[in-house]
């Protein structure tokens, strides 16, 4: 069975630093996109930052130059290191990959059961 555990939220001071990891495990054969979301209370999920297998990666407007998503392919990890927090950054924190198990064809959507970050002002 695939799964993704989360761990690394905590509560911190605005301007202070978090680095988040998202770790999968099971019987995997290949895993695509690794993302990390948030949903604040009262809000929409929203994407932060996505990585592909490659080494690519993008982030939402409101992170740039300030969260830096990462990966560890041979881990099986990604990372998302959060510098200069702001209280509007607090949220559940949620990760996100597209894998593809062993002795599957296609790739499915999987689920971390998410972090907790707040930022206090």
């Known amino acids: 069975q695939v799964q993704l555990v989360e761990s690394g939220g905590d509560l911190v001071q605005a301007g202070g630093s978090l680095r988040l990891s998202c770790a999968a495990s099971?019987?995997?054969?290949?895993?695509?996109?690794m993302d990390w979301y948030r949903q604040a209370p009262g809000k929409q999920r929203e994407l932060v930052a996505t990585?592909?297998?490659?080494?690519?990666?993008n982030s939402a407007d409101s992170v740039k130059g300030r969260f830096t998503i990462s990966r560890d392919n041979a881990k099986n990890t990604v990372y998302l290191q959060m510098n200069s927090l702001k209280p509007e950054d607090t949220a559940v924190y949620y990760c996100?990959?597209?894998?593809?198990?062993?002795?599957?064809?296609?790739?499915?959507?999987?689920w971390g059961q998410g972090t907790q970050v707040t930022v206090s002002s």
């Open positions: 996100y990959a597209a894998i593809r198990p062993l002795r599957a064809g296609v790739y499915f959507d999987y």
């Open positions: 990585s592909t297998s490659g080494g690519v990666t």
């Open positions: 099971g019987r995997i054969f290949d895993i695509n996109a």
